[in-house]
């Protein structure tokens, strides 16, 4: 019995073998295939995008959404840049706080969706809730995102600001979050803070503090100054913002122009400290590198980035 047994068994071997080495191979040619495929695609949707612009089209298809070119803008990019700036927001989400299909994730000034609708397939068993003061483009993300994916939630809030909303009629400091307390699991913030002053980021961290749940995750990006930041960022002028900070607004904390003091906004570290000690909130990571002052050889993302949790 054990002979025949021993018999059957050798003899399947090779054919394992065989099998194994034949499936190996199906399966890096299909990857390779999927990468050409993911490349033409990629490429036949520039063109389509560009044949639309050369015949004065006004909007930019972005995953089967028509995305309006103007309201894309008001997000600080346009369709150049709009693809790559959201896959680089999504990659970075995953790999420094991590997202599941179940996650309530909640996002601040998520302007026309570029990182909601990326979200939609990831998030498919839990919930999106996406904040903006401009009111066109929350009505946009609602219309469109939220008529294919109900669990992804707009709110518009009608702060007054003077670059993305200059006739609002409410402040920072009024707004309750649209969450329960202890109900959400990652917060993100895409050049948010880099529009704000303290004491509304103070409050939304406070905010935060409420509605996160214990070991929930904070992403928000931002400027993070020290002389030797400054000094490089003005050698190297990366941007297109031509981000001097050239004019300090109070202790840790300079604007990049007076005229338009929310244009650019940047804070030391230990005004950082200082907020999210008072808010109850605490570091989860050390500050990601940005890349934007040219400070860092090896910058994480485009802007610094602090990722926090709950102080308790
Ligand atoms: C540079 S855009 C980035 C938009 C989006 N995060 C993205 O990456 O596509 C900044 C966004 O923050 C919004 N915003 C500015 N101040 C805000 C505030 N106090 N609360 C909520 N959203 C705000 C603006 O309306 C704008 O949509």
Redesign the pocket.
């Known amino acids: 019995m054990r002979d025949s047994l021993v018999r059957i068994k050798s003899s399947l071997f090779p054919r394992l073998v065989f099998d194994r080495t034949s499936l190996d191979k199906h399966i890096e040619a299909l990857t390779e295939a999927n990468s050409e495929i993911a490349k033409e695609r990629d490429s036949l949707l520039l063109e389509l995008n560009s044949l639309r612009s050369m015949k004065g089209g006004n909007t930019f298809l972005f995953e089967g959404y028509d995305i309006p070119i103007d309201l894309m803008q008001?997000?600080?990019?346009g369709p150049d840049t709009f693809e790559t700036?959201?896959r680089q927001?999504t990659e970075n989400l995953r790999r420094w706080i991590g997202l599941e299909p179940q996650h309530t994730l909640l996002?601040?000034?998520?302007?026309?969706?570029?990182?909601a609708i990326p979200l939609s397939k990831i998030l498919t068993a839990g919930r999106y809730i996406g904040?903006?003061?401009?009111g066109r483009?929350i009505e946009w993300c609602k219309s469109h995102i939220s008529a294919h994916n109900p669990n992804f939630q707009f709110y518009h809030?009608d702060?007054d600001?003077q670059?993305?909303?200059a006739t609002g009629k409410t402040a920072?400091t009024d707004?309750r979050l649209p969450a329960d307390d202890q109900s959400v699991d990652r917060i993100?913030?895409?050049?948010?803070f880099?529009?704000?002053l303290r004491e509304?980021i103070e409050h939304?961290l406070r905010e935060f503090r409420r509605v996160l749940k214990p070991g929930g995750l904070v992403y928000g990006t931002t400027f993070i100054f020290d002389d030797a930041i400054l000094a490089s960022a003005r050698a190297t002028n990366l941007t297109i913002f031509d981000l001097r900070f050239e004019h300090p607004l109070e202790e840790g904390c300079r604007i990049n122009d007076p005229v338009h003091p929310?244009g650019a906004v940047a804070f030391t570290k230990g005004a950082w400290d200082g907020m999210i000690e008072r808010s109850g909130l605490t570091y989860a990571k050390p500050n990601l590198k940005g890349a934007w002052s040219g400070f860092y050889s090896d910058a994480e993302d485009g802007q610094d980035v602090v990722i926090l949790t709950r102080g308790d």
């Open positions: 008001l997000t600080g990019g700036i959201s927001h996002e601040i000034g998520c302007g026309i969706g570029r990182d904040i903006d003061i401009i483009s809030f702060v600001d670059l993305h909303n920072t707004i993100i913030l895409f050049s948010v880099t529009h704000m509304d939304y929310l």
